[in-house]
């Protein structure tokens, strides 16, 4: 039951540093497509 419990904490955990990775992907993947539109406009 103990091994069970850590095996799911962990579990929880790569899957929030997984979460937080993918966000900062679409993030920088945002702001350098934001970057490009607004030089396209000058």
Not at 5 to 24: D, Q
Not at 25 to 38: F, G, V
Request: aromatic letters at 12%; glycine letters at 2%.
């Amino acid at each position: 039951m103990l091994g069970d419990s850590k095996k799911v904490r962990s579990l929880k955990i790569i899957f929030r540093y997984k979460v937080i990775l993918f966000a900062n992907k679409i993030l920088i993947y945002m702001r350098i497509n934001l970057d490009e539109i607004s030089q396209k406009d000058y």
